[in-house]
């Protein structure tokens, strides 16, 4: 599996598979956030499932099931906050890795970092977000 690189020690994917936590341990992940709702998948993927695979495999994991409702400023600033408090590189999973993008992209916005840069490095990253450049621009007024 391609864990796709967005910034820094920033990645994201789609939904991994219980198989793939030893290969994420392996390539030195410190910790997953899961952002898939576990209403989307099926019980043998369920976030409490991979979160005992990831203790088993001495990686730190937190849920935040993002969808349109949960993207709030609070949720946007926790992920945030996750992945910038780790000693190591983070990976962060949902269906298709946007969502996980998209928190990623809002997070920046809020804090300051230039909606150009921001744009550019998830466009380089294969998620183009031109479409949140408004509301991310309104964000970094939080």
Not at 3 to 13: L, M, R
Not at 54 to 64: M, R, S
Request: glycine letters at 4%; aromatic letters at 8%.
């Amino acid at each position: 599996m391609n864990f796709i690189c967005i910034d820094k020690n920033y990645h994201v994917s789609p939904q991994i598979e219980p198989h793939q936590i030893s290969d994420i341990a392996d390539k030195g992940f410190v910790k997953v956030i899961c952002n898939r709702p576990d209403l989307e998948v099926p019980p043998s993927l369920s976030s409490l499932v991979m979160a005992d695979l990831a203790a088993k495999a001495k990686i730190e994991f937190h849920i935040l099931e993002l969808t349109h409702e949960t993207m709030t400023p609070e949720n946007i600033l926790k992920q945030r906050k996750i992945f910038m408090d780790a000693s190591g590189p983070v990976l962060a999973y949902c269906a298709s890795g946007t969502r996980c993008s998209v928190i990623w992209a809002l997070g920046e916005a809020m804090t300051g970092t230039n909606i150009n840069y921001i744009l550019e490095k998830t466009l380089a990253a294969g998620y183009n977000l031109s479409s949140l450049e408004a509301s991310m621009r309104n964000l970094a007024n939080y």
